[in-house]
């Protein structure tokens, strides 16, 4: 039987709404894993069984839909493959593979969001539920939260469409990029800049808390401008960037020029303090930032107090974090690159404590070799990274390499203690490092 929304008694409409959130919210996981965003939760006598999103990309699995993942957990957890008493509530209309699924195990009812005009399999293009001749009938209710289902789906395939444009962009001859194969185990890549002046035609990749290459988002809550340290690219702030969006905050994790999925010039002489500073202050006037929260971790301090310096209006505050790095983590120099004996997996595990076989994965990913490697090698941003500008506030916040992302967030939003407020160029014994 098929109940349309706006025939459902109240009760269970506002049943239908608060479970299809859950769902929703496992859609927006999976989106940020990079997934196809689809969410799904198995409910019995309104407790929620199991839910799970998306997984095709992650477990290699055609069959890892949201709806088959959540009734295997189900099923697992009620250890009964017939589920009669309980509910689905999916995001999109279920396929034809869901829908068997969904046929042997016997479910009362299905609950879904947005239609699917492609592969939808409940009314959009065939209707499987609608067979007289099944020896079980599933109760559909369709378009319960269409809405935000739909958008959430439109946004991804944006974003998707743009790193697709984005990944044909020709390359210039004196500059390299890392090949794509590399960031197999990172997170998604997110939008591309390639027209801003000071770049001339170089590709900047950053991150964001929202889609896509899009304006900054207007009337959210706290703004921050993330800036990596140089030991790592914009893969470090993925749990927090994940963190304040949670929170109602929007923030930017750019890959600087060198770095990440950025371009990478062959010459290290491109790398100059003021290029850098410019080309993120371009970026800032492009995406029509607001005043923001100026974040840089260990050597990115120095490029944070040139942007301050070139453009206060910009920023309301700077706060800088400081690992316990290990002396002779940076510069290397030129002999040393080139001895055999030398590995940027080994070099960070020696010189960064505390950092876990994941993150140094993926901070070693964008450098397969030593082309890639040396702006991050280099002393071209490190010049000025102790230079002191007397009476300007920095807050410190001393932090461990991998600082946990809902910490780090409580402190940059102000939710815990408080961090140490210096001027520029005083450094306590804790700086040491």
């Known amino acids: 039987m098929d109940l349309p ?26 989106a940020a894993e990079g997934e196809v965003p689809v969410g799904a939760v198995v409910v019995c006598d309104d407790e929620l069984l199991a839910s799970d999103h998306n997984r095709t990309l992650q ?16 099923a697992h957890r009620l250890g009964n493959h017939r589920l009669q008493a309980c ?52 109760q559909i209710v369709r378009g319960v939260r269409a809405g935000e289902a739909s958008r959430l789906l439109a946004d991804f395939f944006l974003l998707r469409r743009a790193q697709q444009a984005g990944a044909a962009v020709p390359l210039r001859d004196d500059a390299l990029r890392t090949p794509p194969i590399c960031f197999a185990d990172c997170p998604s890549q997110g939008a591309y800049v390639q027209d801003l002046p000071s770049l001339q035609g170089l590709r900047m990749h950053f991150q964001s808390t929202w889609p896509g290459a899009q304006a900054w988002p207007a009337g959210l809550g706290q703004a921050y401008l993330l800036l990596h340290p140089l030991w790592h690219w914009s893969a470090h702030w993925q749990g927090l960037l994940e963190e304040l969006a ?35 202050l371009e970026l800032l006037e492009r995406l029509q930032a607001p005043r923001l929260t100026l974040v840089a971790q260990d050597q990115a301090r120095g490029l944070a107090l040139r942007l301050r310096q070139l453009a206060p209006q910009r920023f309301v505050r700077l706060v800088t974090l400081q690992a316990p790095l290990a002396t002779g983590l940076l510069p290397l120099t030129d002999a040393r690159l080139r001895a055999r004996s030398w590995h940027m997996l080994q070099h960070l595990q020696a010189h960064v404590p505390g950092l876990s076989a994941a993150g140094l994965q993926q901070a070693c990913a964008p450098y397969p070799d030593a082309g890639h490697w040396k702006a991050w090698a280099s002393a071209a941003l490190l010049a000025d990274a102790d230079s002191a500008v007397p009476g300007e506030a920095v807050e410190r916040i001393d932090v461990r390499a991998e600082p946990p992302a809902s910490w780090l967030a409580a402190h940059l939003l102000g939710q815990t203690g408080s961090s140490e407020v210096s001027d520029v160029g005083s450094r306590s014994p804790r700086d040491a490092a």
Request: proline share 6%; hydrophobic share 45%.
């Open 5 to 30: 929304t706006d025939h459902i008694p109240a009760p269970y409409a506002d049943r239908h709404a608060r479970w299809m959130d859950v769902a929703l919210q496992q859609a927006r996981q999976a």
């Open 59 to 74: 477990n290699q699995d055609p069959t890892a839909h949201a709806e088959v993942l959540a009734l295997r957990a189900a």
């Open 87 to 138: 509910s689905l509530y999916v995001t999109l209309e279920p396929c034809a593979m869901c829908s068997g699924a969904i046929f042997q195990a016997r479910l009362r009812e299905v609950v879904f969001g947005a239609a699917e005009p492609k592969t939808g399999a409940a009314g959009s293009v065939v209707d499987l539920f609608a067979n007289p001749v099944l020896n079980h009938q599933t």
């Open 246 to 280: 949670r929170q109602g905050a929007s923030a930017l994790a750019p890959d600087l020029i060198g770095w990440g999925r950025s371009d990478k010039p062959k010459k290290v002489g491109w790398h100059q303090l003021d290029v850098h500073a410019h080309s993120l």
